[in-house]
């Protein structure tokens, strides 16, 4: 039976005594005392029945005075099963009947009946028709005492308080019981007897038969009446319940359990409620030690069943104990401990089994031998009895928890390794689903590190700094995104994304985009193009999805604002598809948010409407903010109000970057977000115009030579000397290709940054080709020249034409 069944049963067994039907019979047979619930149960009255004989309810039994049932019930000392009862209205209930001997002074004798309904009983007692009551199964204490509370009858049972009859008949309770507990039943039965009802007392006492175990007992006291109504004495009927006792202990335990343990997703935690849901209720000492993988979310590396040679590891998550600072530990909670295959913590990861030591061995030759730290531990605290339970899950022991008693004397039984098992099986199910999150929530993490920038580099005009707030606080992912990218010729990208929904999977298709931006700035397409681009990208995405109708699409559209900043020309160019404006901030704090055309959100299917780019010139340390919608709107406010306390908290140019971010976030509502928060800052400054040189040259072949001595003589005033041959030979590859292969006018221009960047631009849209040219080709060997000589080359369309470039890195020195 477990421990839930019998918490069913044992109440109704105490209900089945507390709600009996009691009457009291002479040796005669005839009625003496009735009881108000023998009249609800019969519908007679006292005053019907008490002076009667008892075959007026019970018609199936003889004269009890002298029949040969009579004498078998004094030779057994009652009687008990069902018999027909008549009820006043007529009707014959079958009822469960109880005959019990009473004996008082000089050997006289009467027989207390009890009467109880079927609704009563516990489920299964019925078997046949004859039905084996509490009253049969367990020794139930009866005593009648008169309205002085003298006991005047009594039956053999009633000796378990180690008072014998002589002593108790005629005596009050107070007299042959002294103490606490005897005032307090006396109380009681002063109450029942004013009421003339019924009532129910519990109290703990050592019986002399174990004298050793505190015992429970339950009272259930009768008013009895006589033949006028009045209360003539009270019956009380007394149950060891020590076993129902101690059920309704662990039921306490187990109650406490399913409220205190897994009230988070920390494996730690979870681990320590359990070692204190269990002191000091069932243990005066509990460890829980994790398999080393589990508190960090990992697979326990042994499954039930298999071997290992070597010590096993584990990680102290819960320690509790009755005793302060926990000295029966030898380590602290958090620390890594070696468990040597012999001990028996290693067997139960091994084989998932428990281990029961209601005396722990402690002799020379067993387990201690070989863990000297616990077993001084053992000896110096008095550990005396142990019970060791494997912490299972999905076929995995996640760890070990161990029980012990110390100050309690009382060895372990099988009754507490049940109790214990039950509390680690409802701990293991909190402790697999906090591992499952904490490896899930360190995977999400890992993804998030990895999918937005570890640094935001700016090259030499641009200072960024960022701040991201997922909603799913505790996934600590999301959709939203931001990035800062540098482009050729000392620009620099800026761009701010949101992804539709939330959680992990928005976190994937951020990640898909993120990429797509990088691959097409990459090909340094301007802002409103790049845009079509990745509505292209999304769109296509959102396609292969629907070609799995099984899964929920992962893409259900996006929202970006993409700008690429220009420090020689402090041009900013910006195209956005949905997205809230860019926030602009002049030196002196004034916020301005620039009309920027909406465009349509990514992948919404609207590519027929083109974005649009618009270029805003920034002042020299200007601000500014790129943002997501989670951060200007609510449910509380329109998006205006949000708007409003951004331009508010950004009005403070002169912070640092971080400061200012975090002055920003800080205006996000307090409740919890509803939508994922993404902030991009970025205070941009112009190039020196000393680092640049710029020359209109006409195009004709003899400004070749011209145009190599222009950009030699810059160098040389950078102090570039070293420079000056690759890039002549740069020079006349650029402006040669531009002459033969564009229009003219051209345009050379040098810029000094992180790198030397050489420009050519030519009013043609014939875009340069790097090939292989074979022996017997006289050209086609130019581009491959200026791939050798540079770090880095390539072409971008321009308005009116193209621009050629290439890149040459810089000393380190410089």
């Excluded at 014959?92 to 019990?100: K, Y």
């Excluded at 960090?296 to 302060?324: K, N, Q, Y």
């Excluded at 970057?657 to 994922?676: F, G, H, I, K, Y």
């Amino acid at each position: 039976m477990s421990i839930d069944q019998a918490a069913l049963l044992e109440p109704l067994e105490l209900r089945e005594i507390s709600d009996a039907a009691i009457t009291v019979i002479d040796e005669q047979g005839t009625v003496v005392a009735w009881t108000r619930a023998a009249q609800h149960l019969v519908g007679y009255c006292a005053e019907d029945v008490v002076g009667r004989s008892a075959t007026l309810v019970l018609p199936s039994f003889e004269e009890l005075g002298a029949s040969a049932f009579a004498e078998q019930c004094r030779a057994q000392g009652g009687w008990s099963g069902t018999a027909a009862v008549r009820h006043r209205d007529g009707r014959t209930l079958n009822l469960s009947v109880r005959l019990s001997l009473l004996w008082g002074q000089d050997a006289n004798h009467r027989w207390l009946v009890s009467l109880t309904g079927m609704g009563a009983c516990s489920p299964g007692m019925v078997d046949g028709s004859v039905r084996k009551s509490l009253f049969a199964r367990a020794p139930v204490g009866i005593a009648i005492r008169d309205p002085q509370l003298r006991c005047i009858w009594t039956n053999a049972e009633m000796e378990h308080d180690g008072i014998s009859r002589d002593r108790r008949v005629g005596r009050r309770l107070k007299d042959s019981l002294p103490g606490f507990e005897a005032e307090a039943l006396e109380a009681v039965m002063r109450q029942v007897l004013a009421s003339g009802t019924s009532a129910v007392h519990e109290y703990r006492a050592w019986p002399p038969e174990d004298p050793r175990r505190e015992h429970a007992f339950s009272v259930s006291f009768f008013c009895l009446l006589d033949a006028d109504g009045q209360a003539l004495g009270v019956c009380s009927l007394t149950v060891d319940v020590t076993s129902n006792q101690g059920v309704r202990e662990r039921l306490a335990i187990l109650s406490q359990a399913g409220t205190r343990i897994g009230s988070s997703l920390d494996v730690m935690q979870t681990a320590q409620e359990l070692a204190d849901v269990a002191v000091p209720l069932l243990a005066d000492h509990v460890t829980v030690d994790l398999a080393e993988p589990v508190p960090l979310g990992g697979e326990p590396s042994a499954r039930i069943g298999t071997t290992c040679d070597h010590s096993r590891v584990f990680r102290r998550a819960g320690l509790a104990s009755i005793h302060p600072g926990v000295p029966e530990s030898a380590f602290a909670r958090g620390e890594t401990i070696s468990v040597p295959p012999s001990s028996p913590l290693a067997a139960a990861l091994r084989t998932g089994k428990s281990r029961l030591e209601p005396v722990l061995d402690t002799t020379p030759g067993t387990w201690v031998d070989h863990d000297p730290a616990r077993a001084q531990k053992i000896r110096e605290n008095g550990i005396h009895s142990m019970m060791i339970v494997p912490i299972r899950a999905r076929h995995c022991v996640l760890g070990v928890a161990l029980f012990a008693r110390t100050e309690d004397p009382t060895p372990f039984r099988q009754d507490d390794l049940l109790l214990a098992e039950e509390l680690v099986t409802r701990a293991a199910l909190s402790l697999d689903n906090a591992r499952q999150y904490t490896r899930e929530r360190s995977t999400a993490l890992a993804l998030q590190r990895n999918l937005l920038p570890h640094r935001l580099r700016g090259g030499v005009a641009v200072e960024a700094a960022g701040r991201y707030l997922p909603a799913d606080t505790d996934a600590g992912v999301g959709g939203d995104w931001f990035d800062v990218i540098p482009l050729p010729c000392a620009r620099v990208a800026l761009v701010v994304g949101d992804v539709v929904g939330h959680g992990i999977n928005a976190a994937v298709t951020m990640a898909r985009l993120r990429t797509a931006v990088h691959t097409l700035a990459e090909l340094d397409l301007p802002p409103d193009e790049l845009l079509s681009h990745l509505d292209d990208s999304v769109r296509r995405l959102a396609g292969e999805d629907d070609d799995a109708p099984d899964q929920m699409p992962e893409i259900l559209g996006a929202t970006c604002v993409y700008a690429v900043y220009d420090p020689v020309t402090r041009q900013c160019t910006m195209a956005r598809a949905g997205h809230p404006p860019p926030a602009i901030v002049d030196a002196q704090g004034k916020v301005t948010f620039p009309d920027l055309p909406t465009g349509a959100p990514l992948g919404l299917g609207l590519g027929l409407v083109p974005f649009e780019a618009v270029e805003v010139e920034l002042p020299e340390g200007s601000l500014i903010a790129f943002y997501t919608d989670g951060l200007v709107e609510s449910h509380d406010d329109d998006i205006d109000a949000g708007m409003h306390r951004l331009a508010t908290a950004l009005a403070q140019p002169e912070q640092p970057l971080e400061d200012l971010c975090s002055s920003v976030m800080e205006t996000v509502p307090a409740q919890a977000a509803s939508d994922d928060v993404a902030l991009l800052l970025a205070r941009v400054d112009a190039l020196k115009p000393t680092h640049t040189a710029s020359w209109e040259l006409p195009a004709a072949p003899v400004v070749v030579s011209a145009a190599r001595h222009l950009a030699a003589r810059q160098l040389r005033a950078w102090g570039l000397e070293h420079l000056v041959p690759t890039t002549e030979l740069i020079v006349s590859e650029l402006v040669t290709n531009a002459i033969h292969h564009g229009a003219g006018p051209i345009r050379l221009r040098l810029i000094k940054h992180q790198v030397v960047t050489c420009e050519v631009f030519d009013r043609g849209s014939c875009y340069p080709r790097l090939r292989h040219a074979r022996n017997v080709d006289e050209n086609g060997r130019g581009l491959f020249l200026i791939a050798q000589l540079s770090s880095k080359w390539g072409f971008r369309s321009a308005t009116d034409g193209k621009l050629v470039w290439v890149d040459q890195e810089l000393p380190s020195t410089l």
